[in-house]
């Protein structure tokens, strides 16, 4: 079996899926994209391509030592999630070929099904209450919000003050048996960190998430002393060697590398082997697509360290279609009781509708992060 053609496809909200063929008829679906980027990332895939046609498919780890390796530069967010995708499609395939799922092929399933947590509020929470019930009301027994609308580099009391009465909020409308992470999302700098977190702890939340960026990892030890609330950061990591100082300091107690962007499902796997040698948990990030979401449960089912997964169905950021419109059967993406099923079909698990990428591939997206600014001017984290 050779590869015979890469294609790929921008289809809203802000995804980029991709197609690889091969001269048997197997296709593999991938999900490579940099949110707001997803143009470089394609071109990116496109010159890996050269690297890809006429190659056995099923040498994963051999084609993704070639991508990473042979171009000299490596890593950061654009190669890294180029590769990603390739390296999903390709499990994909080898999956399809020997009929099981990717699982399978990685020690087999560890659990039965999966906990999921469903996002509440915007970029700018507000009646976050309401949206928390809602979802608890649907079966969810896991949520995450953002903890923080802009922040200076040190702000005032009152936005403090917003951020607990949001998540005050939310754990009197659901009560202590919901999990609810908190993404600090790497708006708040050190200072504002240690205040927030010491206020936040009274309402218990499951995880505080990127409470510094992660060019401030250093933050996390002195973070990590002054508060018992589990720290989650790694969505903006990349490779087992991005991870390997934040594991060796210990100062991290759940890791959210994303499949998307940190190497695909078997750099990931490592990466997780790794937190396990270190007694931290595994959370995937996944704010994307159904492809990107079926890589990360096939990581979930075979990783005893992972114990909850991101989703984006009805995220904020998906306006105009949603992670269900692009896949045939949407049964395989049923949460029942905070939970979704193992999934059993060979490769990621899922039917992409090719057809219906296709026609929105012909919309296609040009969606760009926000920029905010403080109240003097300058620019702060989005």
Not at 86 to 102: F, N, S, Y
Request: aromatic fraction near 8%; charge should be negative; hydrophobic fraction near 45%.
């Amino acid at each position: 079996m050779k590869i015979s053609a890469v294609e790929l496809f921008q289809v809203p909200p802000r995804w980029l899926f991709l197609k690889i063929t091969t001269d048997e008829g197997i296709v593999g679906w991938g999900e490579p994209v940099v949110e707001g980027k997803a143009a470089t990332v394609q071109a990116a895939v496109e010159e890996m391509a050269d690297f890809l046609i006429g190659r056995d498919p099923g040498q994963i780890e051999d084609l993704w030592q070639v991508l990473y390796r042979s171009g000299f530069y490596r890593g950061g967010p654009v190669l890294t999630s180029a590769i990603s995708g390739i390296e999903q499609a390709l499990w994909d395939i080898k999956g399809k070929r020997l009929g099981v799922p990717v699982y399978e092929l990685l020690g087999g399933a560890v659990r039965d099904k999966m906990r999921v947590y469903a996002w509440i509020g915007g970029d700018k929470p507000a009646d976050v209450a309401s949206e928390a019930k809602k979802q608890v009301a649907a079966g969810y027994t896991a949520l995450k919000m953002n903890g923080t609308a802009d922040m200076e580099w040190i702000d005032s009391n009152e936005k403090i003050a917003d951020s607990v009465q949001n998540l005050a909020a939310v754990r009197e409308a659901v009560g202590y048996n919901i999990g609810i992470g908190i993404d600090f999302h790497g708006r708040v700098h050190k200072g504002m960190a240690k205040a927030l977190i010491k206020e936040l702890e009274p309402f218990k939340p499951m995880f505080i998430e990127e409470p510094v960026l992660p060019e401030n990892n250093e933050a996390l030890k002195q973070l990590s002393l002054m508060s018992s609330i589990p720290i989650a950061t790694g969505e903006r990591m990349y490779t087992r060697w991005g991870f390997k100082q934040l594991l060796a300091e210990g100062t991290a107690d759940i890791i959210q590398p994303d499949l998307s962007h940190a190497g695909g499902i078997w750099e990931v796997r490592k990466i997780a082997a790794m937190a396990e040698a270190y007694d931290v948990a595994v959370a995937p990030h996944c704010p994307l697509g159904p492809i990107a979401l079926a890589a990360s449960l096939q990581l979930d089912f075979c990783t005893p360290n992972a114990f909850i997964q991101e989703q984006s169905l009805g995220i904020h950021y998906n306006q105009g279609s949603d992670l269900l419109d692009y896949i045939s059967d949407r049964s395989v993406f049923d949460y029942k009781d905070g939970f979704v099923q193992r999934l059993t079909a060979p490769g990621l698990g899922i039917e992409v509708n090719e057809q219906k990428v296709r026609e929105m591939a012909q919309i296609g997206h040009r969606w760009r992060n926000p920029v905010w600014r403080n109240v003097d001017g300058s620019v702060t984290e989005w």
